[in-house]
């Protein structure tokens, strides 16, 4: 099957929205996208993740939508699976910027390792038994891939830093912004059932863990989880499904730490245990 027209997509495609001051979102199918402008500069922003497959036009158009047609000083990857680097390769090259991943992540970046095949025995829904059409199989960014600082910082954003999220891959990171506590969480956990397709054709708000197809180390990803909602976050803007912000927020994902391996942990999986 060409992973470039997979049968699903959601009512929020092509949506675009300004998430949180200096945060704005994309949804291209299934998995969204973020452009963080700079505090300093407004006209300079930064984006984080490529869509899926075929999104580069959508991508630019939104960019230049919001930023006046200027280039992002940097493409930001939480991590690299096929939904979340869709367009990157293309984007790098027509922009020349560099693309900025986790020291762990850079070999299914750089084009020496695939990441592990999908694993369709977790239940949850059509998602998960369409997931080993799935492209598992990594990328080469050649000259533009950069690791992130060892530090936390983002080279030239002010105010934000990454953190690794391991489990759901090991190189995973997400964004925060310490001063409102503005996260990008990545797939660390979602906001979507992801493994439904019904819910994420119609994107069914609910917190909800990492896809469990694509997650190999349940340890890791729980206590990513527990660092995130430590943080305490005001405003979480995830790989999948809407944005949750304030009470609603915190007491949701309260929720996912006290009972992830009910809510999230799948029953049974060649990764689970």
């Known amino acids: 099957m060409n992973h470039e027209?997979?049968?699903?997509?959601?009512v929020a495609d092509n949506v675009g929205e300004q998430i949180a001051p200096g945060l704005f979102g994309l949804t291209t199918k299934i998995?969204?996208?973020f452009f963080i402008?700079?505090?300093?500069d407004p006209s300079t922003y930064f984006l984080v993740d490529a869509g899926m497959p075929k999104s580069g036009k959508t991508i630019s158009e939104w960019a230049d939508?919001?930023?006046?047609?200027?280039a992002p000083k940097a493409i930001l990857l939480t991590h690299g699976h096929f939904d979340h680097v869709g367009a990157v390769n293309d984007l790098a090259e027509k922009w020349g910027v560099p693309v900025y991943a986790h020291t762990v992540e850079l070999p299914y970046l750089n084009g020496k390792e695939d990441y592990p095949k999908p694993d369709r025995s977790v239940e949850g829904g059509l998602v998960t038994e369409l997931s080993p059409l799935f492209p598992n199989h990594g990328i080469d960014l050649g000259k533009h891939i950069k690791p992130l600082p060892e530090d936390g910082t983002i080279p030239g954003l002010a105010g934000w830093r990454w953190i690794h999220t391991p489990g759901h891959t090991p190189g995973h990171v997400s964004f925060y912004r310490e001063r409102d506590k503005v996260l990008v969480a990545g797939d660390a956990?979602?906001?979507v059932k992801q493994e439904s397709l019904y819910k994420v054709l119609i994107q069914k708000q609910e917190i909800s863990g990492p896809p469990k197809y694509f997650t190999t180390d349940w340890i890791h990803a729980k206590q990513s989880v527990e660092k995130l909602a430590a943080l305490d976050p005001s405003v979480a803007a995830t790989g999948h499904g809407i944005p949750m912000s304030g009470a609603e927020l915190t007491v949701n994902l309260k929720n996912l730490v006290q009972h992830f391996d009910e809510i999230a942990k799948p029953n049974n999986g060649k990764y689970v245990d």
């Open 5 to 10: 027209f997979l049968p699903m997509t959601s």
């Open 31 to 33: 998995v969204n996208v």
């Open 37 to 40: 402008q700079c505090a300093e």
């Open 65 to 70: 939508k919001w930023f006046d047609g200027k």
């Open 189 to 191: 956990f979602v906001t």
